[in-house]
């Protein structure tokens, strides 16, 4: 199954190269463009975290400061009785309908707020049947949060790691290291791909969580 049907590649080409996305009217498209306006996208890999704390902090006062003028700003979260799961970096909750599932992300996998929605849009672009809504930011534990909806999907068998292997290799990513993956025409990184982040229904896969990295088309993975 292609990722890269319909013009992706360009949409994502964009991204990489910090280019203003035209022609999409959402939340979530709108606060990465306004940060990438400011801010340069990066394409480098996990260095200089310390020295862009504060850079992530000043997007995080931004996001604030949008979202409690566009009325992004949640203080009604999702209730314990609603908990599912607490990863890495997200809280996750069964929404009221049972239909989706709320996601509280605070971005610690990455150096910036803009990294972090460029990696959400670069997974709505390539697996959209578990695209991301973006409903607001919210302050939990001290914590800023993005809360994101997707769609809930049930798995009905369990996924074996080649498997998800081949659809990603298929698809021109290549395995750099356990569950990390390359794909160097695309200047694109995705980490985390194990058996809990991707789940198998009717025989299809459904990646639900990824972390993708822009970068530098000669740049090897670390």
């Not at 319909?6 to 910090?18: P, S």
């Not at 605070?106 to 959400?120: G, K, M, P």
């Not at 709505?124 to 909806?149: C, R, W």
């Not at 068998?157 to 081949?166: F, G, Q, T, W």
Request: aromatic residues 10%; glycine residues 4%.
């Amino acid at each position: 199954m292609s990722m890269l049907e319909d013009g992706k590649k360009e949409k994502i080409a964009h991204i990489v190269h910090g280019d203003v996305l035209e022609g999409q009217q959402n939340s979530l498209t709108t606060i990465r463009n306004l940060l990438c306006s400011s801010y340069p996208t990066s394409r480098t890999v996990k260095k200089d975290f310390e020295s862009k704390l504060r850079v992530k902090k000043e997007q995080a006062e931004f996001l604030i400061r949008y979202c409690n003028s566009h009325d992004l700003f949640l203080r009604n979260l999702p209730v314990k009785e609603q908990f599912i799961a607490k990863g890495g970096e997200a809280i996750v909750y069964l929404s009221i309908d049972r239909r989706n599932v709320i996601k509280l992300n605070d971005a610690v996998y990455y150096a910036t707020w803009l990294e972090f929605f460029n990696s959400v849009l670069l997974h709505n672009i390539l697996f959209p049947h578990t695209s991301y809504q973006l409903l607001g930011v919210s302050i939990s534990d001290n914590k800023l949060m993005a809360v994101l909806e997707q769609p809930y999907i049930i798995s009905d068998s369990l996924v074996d790691l080649a498997d998800i292997k081949e659809f990603l290799e298929y698809n021109g990513f290549k395995n750099t290291k356990r569950q990390d993956y390359k794909n160097d025409e695309m200047g694109l990184i995705l980490e985390d791909m194990h058996d809990e982040n991707v789940l198998r229904n009717a025989d299809t896969l459904f990646i639900i969580d990824s972390v993708f990295y822009t970068v530098s088309t000669d740049m090897q993975a670390d």
